[in-house]
């Protein structure tokens, strides 16, 4: 699985647990679940997780904030693993 599809599946069963939490009265906010996200990712996507946090207030970020700019930066990775060969060969 890649660490992408890994952490996407992730933020799922956070939300499900959480909002099944919330049905027996606890207290959850989006910062709680955004912290528990951030500590997952492996320490090769280190660069990812620290320009997140200098860039966003992580105090008022939403998980789908946090998973729009995964999926950003997946894409962004994809594009590059495209064009890669591409200028090897040249």
């Known amino acids: 699985m890649e660490l992408f599809e890994f ?9 499900a647990l959480t909002n099944q ?15 528990k996200i ?7 996507f280190d660069h990812i997780m620290v ?4 860039v966003h207030d992580l105090s008022v970020m939403t998980v789908d904030e946090l998973s ?11 594009e590059k693993n495209i064009e890669k060969p591409i200028e090897q060969a040249f």
Do not use: P
Request: net charge negative; hydrophobic share 35%; no cysteine.
């Open 68 to 78: 729009g700019t995964l999926q950003a930066h997946k894409q962004h990775m994809n």
């Open 7 to 15: 952490v996407t599946e992730y933020i799922s069963q956070i939300l």
């Open 21 to 35: 939490m919330k049905m027996y009265g606890e207290e959850f906010n989006d910062q709680t679940n955004v912290e």
């Open 51 to 54: 320009a997140i946090e200098e």
């Open 38 to 44: 951030l500590r997952i990712v492996m320490t090769q």
